[in-house]
Nanobody, 117 residues
Framework: VQLVESGGGLVQAGGSLRLSCVVS????????MGWYRQAPGKERELVAG???????YYADSVKARFTISRDRAENTLYLQMNSLNSEETGMYYC????????????WGQGTQVTVSS
């Protein structure tokens, strides 16, 4: 199983980015997937998650600005990020698993997002 993120980069504060995560190497799709962020010097945190049959989850700090979505046909997970601020700089990881969004077993290598103020 392989998860490959893309779409990170350098953006000015207030700008937008769309992250993508392509999943390959498996027949059955994950029950749950999510995006995690690790800022410099901080622990990795769940930013947004989506599970089979459930409502999307968003961290309070990103609600109304970030949107998580999943294209099952293309086995791709997306994260649309709007109105970014400098505190959201970090490595963004895609993850998937068979349990809930806080128990994800498979991880990508991450994509760097840098927001300049």
């Amino acid at each position: 199983v392989q998860l490959v993120e893309s779409g990170g980069g350098l953006v000015q504060a207030g700008g937008s980015l769309r992250l993508s995560c392509v999943v390959s190497g498996m027949i059955f799709r994950f029950n749950a997937m999510g995006w995690y962020r690790q800022a410099p010097g901080k622990e990795r945190e769940l930013v947004a998650g989506i599970s089979k049959g459930g409502s999307p989850y968003y961290a309070d700090s990103v609600k109304a600005r970030f949107t998580i979505s999943r294209d099952r046909a293309e086995n791709t997970l997306y994260l649309q990020m709007n109105s970014l601020n400098s505190e959201e700089t970090g490595m963004y990881y895609c993850a998937g698993g068979w349990g809930n969004i806080e128990e994800l077993d498979y991880w990508g290598q991450g994509t760097q997002v840098t927001v300049s103020s």
